[in-house]
């Protein structure tokens, strides 16, 4: 018997983990304001609450619920279950010392990219970079380095499942514009971001290759409008980028 890509989703499954994601939001809730926050009646929400506890994916604090740390070892397995996501740690700190500029490395899974390192020093964490945290490919740097690296069937099937949402006024939204984007891409080597999916981010992008030619992920910078204006920027930029990607790829296939 084999299973049916195509059956509903178990409601009791994604109740829960609604809950999850709302306790995240929040940093915490109580009881009463998931039932609010879910529109599920409070004897509900205090079952899921209490299986999730029990199994650890929970923990409570008084009156309130948080995120527990089976949530935490789960995330951590991901991040290392690669090891090119291990290397990519120590590569992504480097970028950041070597531009000054936030530095990141994502992955895509399932047709998202999803953030596995962060690198910015000591400035403030940004929220949409937290581990974990998911991004459309088609207007992030990273996402079309990634997509560039891709056949055309594959980049078609991931814009089937999620579309080409706008996210700004940036936002390339037309699939005959992205592919010719995507070309571009593949003939200069980097891809570039103008406040595509958020309003005055600007970014350039590099994807890494494992030994047998796969895409990995893509490593980028992220900062003011002019590191993708000013074209000594963009050279500087590029020039650090495409050495550290050489140098990770380098070591990957020698691990």
Known sequence: MTQDANAPPLQTTATSIEMLKALEERDGARISELADATDISKSTVHGHLKTLRQKQFVRKEGD????????????NYVRTSRSSYVLAREYTEQLFDRVNYRSIFVAEMSGRGV??????????????EQLGNQLYLHNTAVGKAILAEMPNRRV????????????????????????????????????????????????IGVA??????????????SGPRRIVTDEEYVQNIVDELTKLVEEYELELALS
């Not at 953030?115 to 949409?128: C, L, M, N």
Request: proline content about 3%.
């Open 115 to 128: 953030f596995i390192h962060t690198a910015a020093g000591d400035r403030s964490e940004w929220k949409h």
């Open 208 to 221: 890494a290759n494992d030994v047998s030619g796969e895409v990995v992920g893509a490593f980028s910078v």
């Open 64 to 75: 309130i619920y948080y995120p527990g740390p089976e949530l935490l070892r789960l995330g």
């Open 156 to 203: 078609e099937n991931i814009l089937e499942k999620w579309g080409m949402p706008s996210e700004t006024e940036n936002t390339i939204t037309d699939r005959e514009e992205l592919y010719e984007g995507l070309e571009e891409v593949r003939e200069q080597g980097y891809a570039i971001n103008r406040g595509e999916n958020i309003e005055g981010l600007y970014a």
